[in-house]
């Protein structure tokens, strides 16, 4: 039986403005809670909590005038916001908001589209943003903002490395690249009555590295390299104002959503959860409800993270990039990938088990060799045990009583065997 035309169309507008209110709410939570961790009341006016804030503030940077420098090109400097927002909407399309709802005599799952090859569609979503927060700078035809594009395009790119290798453990495992697959490898019990099976648990090494790695890739703090105010003015969107910087706003507080439901999506089970009980018509609505409660733990994360933590320094962000978590990500994809083939070889081993007691190892095994680690010296790279060279003392001149420099005694000798 064909599906009728408005089961697709109640789909895509229950999840697009379920995203959007969630990207609405989370500026407000943001702005309150990061005022109240420094003694502030944040957005108290407009509305109850000051919750319309964000409204009155999307309005205002609707109407306000926006202006292009001549020097830009002005195509591309138009059409790059505009990539990150579409980007974000796509990526969502194919995460389940909940489960199974039953309406008007019609069953459906609360997702856009549920592909077949729905986590790479995921990655490739991720890596289209890149171009536009490069193309900004670029287009932009100003050293700052071209320096912030580059910035922010190599550390995107470099933490997509080490999430797609996180991503491969969890379809290694799951044997499947199919979103409601994962989804359903999830639910119910783990290697023991009681324990979620949460691919988090048996992957924690790969949760782990995705953890750190999505909030490089939204470029939130600490990891906002691209608009280091001190080097770099307001990185890749410094020649940007109006609606068109709005839209790059957007973007990086959408990527904050989308990333936390990607991770809900892919280590924690999605929309599953206990039910108790309820009829099965309203077992999605409870599912949307755990989906919920799941995002919104990491979206306090990111706000935590903006209020306690300072920015890291470039060079060290790249280091934690390729140095720790892409061969850490490599590792355990390997790791994955044994265990599973071992348990397709030889049934009845407990790949949970394993692979849980293994991350264990892991986790104890790098906490032995990182915390035995002596810090590096944060200034210009000299050994700490050296002592530090002693500044230079300048050259001192005498001055005349007036204000010139009077000349040197050789020089003044000279003088007096060339003079007439």
Known sequence: METPL?????????????YLLLTALLIWAERRVVARMQSRLGPNRVGPFGILQTL???????????????????????????????AGFLSIAVIPIGGEVTLFGETFTLVVADLSIGVLWVLAMGS???????????????????????????????????????????????????????VAGQAGSGFADGVPGWYAIPLFPAFMVFVIGMVAEAGRPPFDLAEAEGELVGGFNTEYSGLRFGMFMLAEFMSVVTMSAIVVTLFLGGPSGPTFGAPEAFAGLIGTGWFLLKMVVFIFFFILLRGALPRYRYDRL????????????????????????????????GTDLRLTLASI??????????????????????DRHE???????????????????????DTADDRQEVAP
């Open 128 to 182: 289209i943003h890149v171009y536009s927060v490069f193309l900004g700078g670029w287009a932009s035809n100003s050293p700052y903002p071209l320096l912030g594009g580059i910035r922010s395009s190599a550390q995107m790119v470099s933490y997509e490395i080490a999430q797609g290798l996180a991503v491969a453990s969890v379809i290694i495992y799951a044997g499947s690249l199919r979103v409601s697959d994962i």
């Open 361 to 382: 190892a892991a986790v104890i095994v790098g906490w032995l060799l990182f915390s035995g680690r002596e810090p590096r010296d944060a200034g210009d790279g000299l």
């Open 6 to 18: 408005w089961v697709p169309l109640l789909q895509a507008t229950v999840v697009f403005t379920y």
């Open 56 to 86: 009155v503030d999307g309005v205002k940077m609707f109407f306000k005038e926006d202006t292009t420098p001549g020097m830009v090109n002005r195509s591309i400097f138009t059409v790059a916001p505009l990539i990150g927002v579409i």
């Open 318 to 349: 790249m280091d934690l990039g390729w140095k720790v978590l892409i061969p850490v990500a490599l590792v355990w994809t390997l790791v994955t990938a044994a265990f599973v083939i071992l348990e397709q070889e030889q049934p009845g081993l």
């Open 387 to 409: 002592p530090a060279p002693g500044p230079v003392a300048a050259p001192t001149t005498d001055t005349a009583d007036d204000g010139t420099t009077p000349a040197s005694d």
